[in-house]
């Protein structure tokens, strides 16, 4: 079936360098992604998303590109900080399709001090 | 806003026993979901809403049943607990009609334990 999934189970980053999160998705039909960071004992919580006219999209010291030719997005956090330590899930949904948001295992990022 | 909150924070539950996981938001929001979370594992979808008195199954609804009476509240019912079913519990709302899409958001979930 279609499947959402990541390139890498863990990363460790140096504090203040940029980190890069990856996510390959099979559906081609998903037109709505979503990246969450989830900390230890917490929900999911939104960082940003993308929809699927849109190659690359901005928020505070994040960026999500989006790369339909082959179906891969990836999260990229600048300056990463201490509190940045979570691990990140890409999602996809189609909207007039099944609607149902797909998660993708899991990176977790590890800052280095 | 208090957002998404799930009651309780942890249980301990007997194999055959049943228990009702409380979600409520107060965001308005006609979407409601309930995923599973098993370690080291991304989440799936147990059951989801689009608006008081519609309810669907997601990926793995066996051994669960969900009710939407009002739009603020979405109980996730175990009716007989089994080890398999040991997890945690995510509750998710979101405002969703066509492109309009919008992120969920989350509680910070249930814990749950069954020996």
């Known amino acids: 079936g279609e499947s959402v999934g990541l390139h890498l189970p863990t990363l460790s980053v140096q504090e203040g360098d940029n980190s890069i999160i990856n996510c390959a998705y099979s559906?081609?039909?998903?037109?709505?992604f979503i990246w969450y960071k989830q900390e230890s004992g917490k929900g999911p919580q939104f960082i940003i998303d993308i929809r699927s006219n849109m190659d690359k999209r901005q928020g505070q010291r994040v960026t999500v590109l989006l790369n339909k030719t082959v179906k891969h997005l990836s999260l990229q956090i600048a300056a990463t900080q201490p509190g940045d330590s979570a691990v990140y899930f890409c999602?996809?949904?189609?909207?007039?399709?099944?609607?149902?948001?797909?998660f993708g295992t899991g990176t977790r990022l590890t800052i280095i001090p | 806003n208090a957002g998404v909150t799930q009651t309780p924070k942890f249980r301990i539950l007997k194999i055959g026993q049943s228990m009702t996981l409380q979600c409520t938001q107060d965001?308005?929001?006609?979407?409601m979901y309930w995923y599973r979370q098993d370690p080291g594992m991304g989440l799936k979808l147990i059951y989801y809403?689009?608006?008081?008195?519609?309810?669907d199954k997601g990926e793995v609804p066996n051994g669960y049943n969900v009710s939407r009476s009002t739009t603020e509240d979405f109980p996730l019912r175990l009716e007989l607990a089994a080890p398999s079913q040991t997890s945690v519990y995510f509750c998710a709302s979101s405002y969703s009609e066509g492109l309009r899409n919008q992120p969920q958001h989350f509680g910070d979930g249930t814990r749950l334990s069954i020996l």
């Open positions: 999602a996809e949904i189609e909207t007039f399709g099944n609607e149902k948001l797909t």
């Open positions: 965001m308005n929001h006609n979407y």
């Open positions: 559906n081609s039909a998903s037109d709505y």
């Open positions: 809403s689009v608006g008081a008195g519609i309810t």
